[in-house]
């Protein structure tokens, strides 16, 4: 029995990935770099020290992960400052979600600034029981970590867990966890493979929560 469902934050419950990735082609650009939106939709639902770490290597500049990181921070939230929405659908889910007693966790590998910024935006923060984001990791997606340790802070067992995911590596990374898999297929987070989620939509307003828990 499904006891608690554990969501990606963009491309999930935010309309965010083009928003990132237009930082991510802005911030490169000022190092020199045109880089194609196809080459960092390859990056989606990894951590943004594994994205830059490969990136600053790959086009050999002259910057530090700290420091082209808060470039690209700063250039994404103007950006979302004018471009924030849920996906949708979303809300509504959430709140069936929680008449039906369902514990509820984000689990992104965004930084916890970032998540809790979405949240308050939409005025949804206060629906979730935890909140786990890549500074509370070691290993990025499709490593299982951030997963079992939204399932230890609800104080459920991973086969409790339903996952939504967006990307390849979040859906790989929950089924590693031994976790159930709903993949989402948002265009705005490119051609992903979502072949090994339990189940795959593209409208949170048609999910069926029977398919979820």
Do not use: W
């Not at 490969?54 to 979302?80: A, C, D, G, Q």
């Not at 500074?135 to 997606?141: A, L, N, Q, T």
Request: net charge negative; charged share 30%.
């Amino acid at each position: 029995m499904i006891k608690a469902v554990i969501f990606d934050l963009d491309g999930v419950m935010v309309d965010s990935e083009r928003v990132h990735i237009e930082a991510e082609k802005q911030t490169m650009l000022k190092y020199g770099v045109r880089i194609s939106s196809e080459e960092l939709r390859r990056y989606t639902g990894t951590t943004a020290r594994f994205m830059f770490t490969e990136l600053v290597e790959k086009y050999k500049l002259n910057t530090t992960f700290e420091k082209i990181f808060s470039e690209k921070e700063e250039i994404l939230f103007k950006l979302m400052e004018k471009d924030v929405q849920p996906t949708k659908g979303i809300i509504e889910l959430l709140e069936k979600l929680k008449r039906e007693n369902i514990k509820l966790a984000i689990a992104s590998s965004s930084h916890k600034r970032l998540i809790t910024y979405v949240l308050e935006k939409l005025n949804i923060v206060d629906l979730f029981d935890s909140i786990v984001s890549s500074e509370d990791v070691i290993y990025g997606k499709p490593n299982p970590e951030i997963f079992l340790r939204a399932a230890n802070e609800l104080n459920v067992n991973p086969v409790e867990c339903s996952v939504i995911e967006d990307s390849k590596l979040g859906v790989e990374a929950a089924k590693s966890a031994g976790m159930k898999c709903v993949g989402y297929r948002n265009p705005d987070s490119g051609n992903q493979d979502l072949s090994k989620a339990d189940v795959v939509i593209d409208n949170f307003s048609a999910l069926n929560l029977r398919e979820l828990l």
